[in-house]
């Protein structure tokens, strides 16, 4: 199954996160980490964006999100 990658304008447009906010939910570990696409570009799974959103949206905890976060970075290596 192809995921599509979005870029950071998409993501903050299906988040409704501004980019500092997106990278400091990194920081804190309730965001994934961008996929490098080249030298300079990265980009999020779609999945990855939809399910983060769903989680929020039902209200999870950060513990919860964090626990989220981890499955979707691992199921990244899976998909090798």
Request: proline share 5%.
């Amino acid at each position: 199954m192809v995921t599509p990658i979005l870029r950071l304008p998409a993501v903050k447009a299906d988040s409704g996160y501004s980019r500092s906010t997106i990278y400091l939910r990194i920081d804190q570990r309730l965001w994934t980490k961008p996929v490098k696409l080249g030298a300079r570009s990265v980009g999020w799974p779609a999945n990855e964006v939809a399910a983060l959103n769903a989680a929020r949206i039902a209200g999870k905890s950060n513990e919860e999100i964090r626990a989220l976060v981890e499955k979707l970075e691992a199921s990244r290596q899976l998909a090798i």
